[in-house]
Each structure stands twice: as C-alpha cells, then as structure tokens.
C-alpha cells in the first residue's frame, strides 16, 4: 500500500507548476498532475497513472474527470492546487481589455482560471476531509491592479478566485481543510510578455521571481507550519504591491 503524502496539481507542465511538482516529488509526495497535454515519458516524475489529461475549459470534461481522479486516490487527498491558469492575447500579441475581449473568451478564461478550482475541490471534499488537507489558489498581482500585459477577462479571473478563496475557507473549514490564495508577481516563467523588464526596474527587489520561491510558499501552505492560516491571499512578488 501507497502510503506517501498525494498532491494534485493543475497547470503542472511549466513554470510555477512543474516547480511544484518537483519540490513535492522531491519531498516524497505522490504527485498527480492534471494538463491539456498527454504524459511525457521523458518526465522523470511520476507515472502515466498519475497524470490525468484534461482540458480545464470544458466544464464537461472537467466534472467527468472527477470520478477518474477518485479512484486514483485511494480515499485521500492531502493538498490540492489550483495553479492552471490561460491569459488571452489579442492577434498581435497585446493586451485584450474589457472592450475588445470576445464574450466566448471570458468563459474560457473562467472556466479555467475560476470555475475548475471549485468543480475539483467540491468533488474531491470528501477526499480532502479525510486527511484536513490543504486547497491553495494561485491567483495573481493583476486581480488587484490594471497591468500592462494581462487581459482584462484574466485579471478579473483572478480576482474572482481571490474572492473564492475565502468563501472556501468558510465552507470547508468546518472540515479541517484550509484553503488559501497566493499571488504571484513577476516570475521568470514563459507567460510573461516582452517589456517585463521595465516593471522589474521599479521593483523593491529588482529582479523576477523564480518559479521555485513560489513552490516553497505552495510547500509552506500544504505542511504543518500553516495548520492555522486559512482564508487569506499571501503576495510573493519581490515588493511590487507596496
């Protein structure tokens, strides 16, 4: 019998995402990992057992996929989070804003960045219950503040789920499960747009964020130092909110 620590992680192929998964994996975490794209067999972590391939923006899909990731559980989840995340960009690469986003875009956007953190989380309660797991939110220093390159339908994604973040914590607190938001910044993954630096020159720190400082603040909120922080959105952005 398993009897290592589970994760499971949306939006685990790249940046914050693949950093989670090898900080839990290298902690001795069974780590189950949901993407659009098929396993990888180059992938040094896990298994094809333990990645579930699905398209977060289709609500179908995503509610189906539930009863699949159950029985890969074995009856516990110990953390789950939310980090998958799509950011529309207009066809020459610029910032979609309220006027010019297509409406059939702002669903897809929701779907993913909002309405899959709630479908997983209340399918897998019983699952989370069972250990007084942790649920963490990955939301972003654009749900607080118009950004230059961050469309208008993600910003407002993320400040939706900054917002869910809390009511979660009222519901499932009774539980024993904590639900927390962080809010990435400037991190050097492959979403950022040309022009980052300039922002990165007025930043108290003067550098970006590295995927693997938001991983440790992921690791901190699903372990025992964090057994009564819930409901809050913590910001790891090198200073860029003050």
């Not at 509610?63 to 989840?77: F, V, W």
């Not at 006027?99 to 997983?120: E, M, P, Y």
């Not at 469309?151 to 024993?176: C, I, N, V, W």
């Not at 809010?183 to 922002?199: M, V």
Request: proline share 4%; glycine share 10%.
């Amino acid at each position: 019998m398993d009897d290592r620590k589970v994760i499971l992680l949306t939006g685990a192929s790249r940046g914050i995402g693949h950093a989670t998964v090898k900080r839990f994996d290298a902690e001795g975490w069974r780590v189950l990992t949901c993407s659009r794209q098929a396993f990888d067999p180059r992938c040094p972590w896990g298994g094809e057992e333990d990645h579930i391939q699905l398209d977060l923006a289709d609500p179908s899909q995503t509610m189906e996929a539930i009863q699949d990731i159950r029985d890969r559980l074995d009856g516990k989840l110990h953390a789950l989070v939310n980090n998958a995340g799509i950011s529309p960009k207009a066809e020459d690469g610029g910032r979609l804003s309220t006027l010019d986003t297509d409406l059939r875009t702002w669903g897809q956007v929701f779907h993913v960045n909002f309405f899959a953190s709630i479908v997983l989380a209340r399918g897998l309660q019983a699952e989370l219950k069972e250990t007084k797991g942790s649920v963490v939110n990955v939301t972003s220093i654009v749900g607080s503040r118009v950004h230059p390159f961050a469309g208008a339908a993600y910003a407002t994604s993320k400040a939706a789920l900054k917002a869910l973040t809390r009511e979660m914590a009222h519901d499932f607190g009774p539980m024993g499960v904590r639900v927390n938001a962080i809010a990435p910044g400037e991190i050097e993954t492959s979403i950022l747009s040309p022009g980052t630096e300039k922002i990165v020159e007025k930043l108290p720190m003067r550098r970006l964020g590295q995927p693997s400082e938001v991983a440790d603040l992921i690791w901190y909120l699903c372990n025992a130092g964090s057994t009564y922080i819930t409901g809050t959105e913590i910001e790891v952005n090198g200073g860029q909110h003050v």
